[in-house]
């Protein structure tokens, strides 16, 4: 694995430095990168993450019925931002394909699972609890 700076990147895809890169498909549309790396493989690695912070301090000035506003203006925006987000990515993929980018969907990820679970485990370890409570949010 090559380290590249992401100011970097576009030039070290392009003269081979790296073959390839994690992106988001709109990143790596935005970014001219079907220029220099015309595959993009979609494969549901990670999901993007919107979060609702508040402060100790501050939530500890909310009544009952305050939180559970927020808990549930959440819930609801949380609908939404999914809805949204599938629809914002399958018109960027939409548009990559039509601009000729070879796009690899992939359909069965367990083989991809099972060959991660030896790095999981021993980069997960010493927290085995919460790498299992993150897991279980799914």
Same mark, same amino acid.
């Given at each position: 694995?090559?380290? #590249?700076?992401?100011?970097?990147?576009?030039?070290?895809?392009?003269?081979?430095?790296?073959?390839?890169?994690?992106?988001?498909?709109?990143?790596?549309?935005?970014?001219?990168?079907?220029?220099?790396?015309?595959?993009?493989?979609?494969?549901?690695?990670?999901?993007?993450?919107?979060?609702?912070?508040?402060?100790?301090?501050?939530?500890?000035?909310?009544?009952?019925?305050?939180?559970?506003?927020?808990? %549930?203006?959440g819930k609801a925006?949380?609908?939404?931002?999914e809805k949204y987000?599938?629809?914002?990515?399958?018109?960027?993929?939409?548009?990559? !394909?039509?601009?000729?980018?070879? #796009?690899? %969907?992939?359909?069965?990820?367990?083989?991809?699972?099972?060959?991660?679970?030896?790095?999981? !485990?021993?980069?997960?370890s010493s927290q085995?609890?919460?790498?299992?409570?993150? #897991?279980?949010?799914?």
């Amino acid at each position: 694995m090559t380290v #590249v700076n992401f100011t970097e990147l576009y030039s070290a895809l392009q003269t081979g430095v790296t073959d390839g890169a994690e992106q988001p498909a709109a990143n790596y549309k935005s970014n001219a990168f079907p220029e220099v790396a015309p595959y993009i493989m979609l494969d549901g690695h990670t999901l993007g993450a919107v979060q609702i912070i508040i402060a100790d301090s501050g939530w500890a000035k909310l009544n009952d019925q305050q939180r559970a506003w927020i808990i %549930e203006a959440g819930k609801a925006v949380q609908k939404e931002n999914e809805k949204y987000s599938a629809a914002a990515e399958e018109k960027v993929i939409s548009q990559l !394909k039509e601009a000729g980018v070879h #796009v690899i %969907e992939v359909e069965n990820k367990a083989e991809w699972v099972k060959a991660c679970q030896p790095t999981i !485990k021993a980069n997960t370890s010493s927290q085995a609890d919460l790498y299992k409570k993150i #897991v279980d949010l799914q």
